[in-house]
């Protein structure tokens, strides 16, 4: 025995060097990550390597690894995004900027994948000029082709919109700029020419002729344009002299000029109001010291804000009513997704959580796309409609000088708004040396030597709660002696409660936690006895590590003397991978003593290994 307990201890030292030891904040997370890959577990392979990312912001591999795994799921664009990442963190690397293109190609980005086939063909590489020529040369041809066809029919529109996009994506913007001026002015009413131009001009640093443009844009235009040039103006509000620029630009925008005329009004430049109420055609209002609805603009900005403050402090009705309209003002802002999706959340409408989620999750920010792909994840699982669970739990007490393995595989079934889901279930229950006790006393509660094959319903959890009861038959693989019998009926169920406060095992900053679990278990084989346990610890958490105090207690309703006690004592927890090791070293003492042959005290050392993963 007291070697026993030597060694233990070593093996306790011997981990806590070497968590210690582990100056690589993103070890685990990595380990953690590959090993679900190559598992093919690639959803819990991506949150490992988000994890890790954020672990390790600076590191690019991390990045590219992440971006294949992605890819495996055909995540091509959140791929496109890390890879993306990687380049900026490593513009070194040739071969990670060459996929990023080929993925910018694939996914409707070919402007991006032009330029840095360009910039790595200049290095000598083969692959970037030939990719750089198939998407160059039909540019170069087309562009030929549609001037010449200008030369025949200069008032072409269609051939000055065409040659207007084919320069833009050669990045000849000089000439994509006159083309798209020209088609505009031959189709004044698409303002989407004037977005197109808006935005060449923006690239070629003419910043005040592409307000203008974009200003035009944004007044009067069909919706989804005008949200659009909104995105690519300044996010302030514009100068009455941009108006002025933009209305040389579109003269007929009467939106444009309406605002401008209520821009003088707020002003106090009376005889400018009139002069472009005069233009509108329409006579100067009664009192010239109001103005009409605020742009969208800052309605979208002043709801943003008035959300997210409601978020913060918890008024969620007013969160998710200001975000929605923000929303609707603003329907590319990915930030409000992101905040939709957590109101959502803890409104518990996850499945309009997830809806948000994942829409804020290709937000071109690695930020927020990160922080809605990391929630989307963790939400995916608890919405699918069929869910397994698997645990296993062996252990090693030297109260009964015995090893004990616990078991189970469950699937259940999880429909939008049921409170109860059925499943099925396999529990294993089992030990190495069989009955152990005295007179013929043994501790069945912890060994029943069985396959337990069972179906039941079980509620969602609330506030840390939940309940469950299921029927089944359990196949005993070792017949105990007062019963033969290899089939037994079994039922069971209960209510379980699991709460934890403070720093929880895997939280990057250290500190003090407290948590408890409590189970109150009918089993049918126990004599139809009901058993309450109480598992609670305080202690201290070192990232991956724990070090606690135990404090459990168990009763049940027959009053016998095994299912009857307290115990307290230090323990020891660390996570390896996905495995969580545990040791504890407890003092217990029975609280009824009828018919207990061991004595009213007992010591136990118990080591333990937990697994668990859900699909």
Known sequence: MGNQVLRLFLFLAVAVVAVGQETDLAYSALENAYE????????????????????APNRSSIRRDLAYTLLKIGETEAARDQLAEAMRLDPADEQGALEYAFLCYETKQPIIARRIFDRI???????????????????????????????LSPDNFSAHEELARLAERRDEL?????????AWRLRPNRRDLLLDLGRVWK???????????????SRGAEPRIAEDARELLPPRYPYVYEFQKALALDPSNAALRRELAYLHVEMGNQPEAEKEFQALGNAPPQTLRTRPEEPRTNVSKDAKQLGQTSLERGYLPDALKYLRVAHENDPVDFNVMLKLGWAYNMLKDDVDAMRWFSLARNSPDPAIAAEATRAYHNLKPALERFRTTVWAFPMFSTRWHDAFAYAQAKTELRMPNWFVRPY??????????GAVGVAGIGPQYLSERSVILGAGLAT?????????FEAGEALRYTPAPRDPSRVVSDYRGGLSYAKGLGRQLGSEARGPFVETNDDGIFVSRFSNDTLLYSQNRTGYTLHNAQLYWNWNATVDALGQYWANYVETGPGFRFRFRALLFSVNLLRGAYLINQGNLRGPNFNDLRVGIWYAFTR
């Open 36 to 55: 679900a890959a190559r598992a093919k577990d690639y959803d819990r392979a991506i949150a490992a390597f988000q994890q890790a990312a954020e672990l």
């Open 121 to 151: 063909r200049k290095t000598g590489n083969a692959t970037a000029a030939q990719a750089f020529e198939n998407i160059d040369r039909p540019l170069r041809e087309e562009i030929a082709r549609w001037t010449q066809a200008l030369r």
């Open 174 to 182: 000089k000439l994509a700029a006159e083309h798209y001026e020209k």
């Open 203 to 217: 690239e070629e640093s003419r910043i005040e002729d592409s307000n203008a443009a974009l200003l035009a844009a």
């Open 424 to 433: 099925v279930s396999v529990r294993l229950i089992a030990d190495t040396r």
């Open 460 to 468: 969602a959890t609330w506030r840390g709660m939940t309940g469950w």
